[in-house]
């Protein structure tokens, strides 16, 4: 499969609000599927209790919203909305279960009225510690045991301590796989335009994570030999699109306005973690423990004593990166109120930075690429924001 295949499918994955893949998937092996909202859910324990995990990021800008208005106040962000508004037109009819990781406010007000819509299947809110010490530990080892005992009960496979190796190891292997892509278009940004990147990702949330993996891998293979010319374009790091994703359109937009995107936080929960997690005798306790240390920081993700915007500091060194943009989805609390920390540390670090807001229906597009692009001209022209 060439790339221009490989981007096809994932494309079609993309836009397919209907969940066919999952329902033949469903189909071909008997097994049933938990969706799950964005940021970080641990996917090894519904793997190994024999379920499929499948990323639920709203509608995009596919689908209008109707009655998925109704249920939430205007001055919120839309993935919630579009999220209702699928669920309640049966597009998530497919689906065996929810998972909720504690994301907002938002996100546990629509665990409530999702248990409320769908009373027979799944819902569970997943709490995270706030106290990142050894009863942050035992409250979150806690946590992921009740979690797999849930999905234990509803597919009827244990998740034994051998199907929780074997999924931590299929997972590692994807995590290092996204990891080797970022670094490819770190590295290399014209041979691994942005929006490709963004397509792979997105194929992760529905399709089986060994067959996620061999498609990067497929894809990597082929853009190191593929010959595209080098721009003049500013190396920048995107951040605040952690949760709500942005449309295709926004990314392509963005890529085109004289930026080449080096790094970024979307599709986050695939590669919330910075390091393998250990396979061994109590690997239960092991992916709990790899939230508590091995983390990424973001907005959602509170540290006492963390020295808020210092990762983004470091991410923009290590990328070679001449500035930042943060764009976070309307009215997102958590990404709004960590910014000004992120640009206070950016400041003191002399690097350049510029900030605007989106949905992920939205219909800003130009107005975004021309605030991108006039973003990148003043970094040539002067080594700084105008």
Same mark, same amino acid.
């Given at each position: 499969m060439d790339i221009a295949a490989i981007i096809d499918r994932c494309e079609r994955l993309y836009r397919d609000l209907d969940l066919s893949h999952v329902h033949e998937w469903k189909q071909r092996t008997g097994g049933k599927a938990i969706g799950h909202m964005p940021v970080y859910v641990p996917r090894e324990i519904i793997h190994a209790a024999g379920m499929l995990p499948v990323g639920i990021m709203g509608g995009g800008d596919d689908i209008e919203i109707i009655r998925g208005d109704a249920y939430f106040q205007s001055y919120i962000c839309h993935i919630p909305r579009s999220t209702v508004e699928l669920g309640l037109a049966g597009k998530f009819d497919v689906l065996d279960g929810m998972l909720f990781p504690a994301i907002c406010d938002v996100i546990r007000n629509l665990s409530g009225m999702w248990q409320m819509m769908f009373p027979g299947k799944l819902v569970k809110y997943l709490d995270?510690?706030?106290?990142?010490?050894?009863? !942050?530990?035992?409250?979150?080892?806690?946590e992921m045991a009740e979690l797999a005992l849930a999905l234990e009960t509803l597919s009827g496979i244990a998740a034994t301590p051998e199907r929780l190796n074997r999924a931590i190891a299929l997972y590692n292997d994807n995590r290092r796989a996204l990891a080797e892509l970022y670094d490819l278009r770190a590295e290399h940004p014209q041979q691994v335009p942005t929006a490709e990147l963004y397509l792979l990702l997105r194929a992760g949330n529905v399709l089986e994570v060994a067959e996620h993996t061999a498609l990067v891998r497929a894809y990597m293979q082929q853009a190191r030999r593929r010959q595209?010319?080098?721009?003049?374009?500013? &190396?920048?790091?995107?951040?605040?699109?952690?949760?709500?994703?942005?449309?295709?359109?926004?990314?392509?937009?963005?890529?085109?306005? !004289?930026? /080449?995107?080096? *790094?970024?936080?979307?599709?986050? !929960?695939? &590669? /919330?973690?910075? &390091? *393998?997690i250990p396979v061994g005798p109590r690997p239960l306790e092991a992916i709990a423990d790899a939230y508590m240390t091995d983390t990424v920081a973001t907005a959602t993700r509170y540290v006492d004593g963390d020295d808020k915007g210092g990762y983004l500091v470091d991410q923009v060194r290590r990328r070679r990166a001449e500035g930042v943009i943060f764009a976070a989805a309307s009215f997102c609390d958590p990404a709004l109120l960590d910014r000004p920390m992120g640009q206070k540390a950016l400041a003191e670090a002399g690097i350049p930075h510029t900030a605007f807001t989106y949905s992920e229906n939205t219909g800003q597009v130009q107005v975004i690429k021309e605030q991108a692009g006039t973003f990148a001209d003043s970094i040539k022209l002067w080594g700084a924001a105008a």
């Open positions: 995270f510690p706030q106290t990142f010490n050894e009863v !942050g530990r035992a409250f979150h080892r806690f595209r010319a080098l721009h003049d374009n500013v &190396r920048v790091v995107v951040t605040g699109l952690f949760c709500e994703q942005p449309p295709l359109s926004m990314v392509r937009a963005m890529e085109n306005s !004289g930026c /080449y995107i080096v *790094d970024d936080d979307w599709v986050l !929960g695939a &590669r /919330y973690l910075l &390091r *393998d």
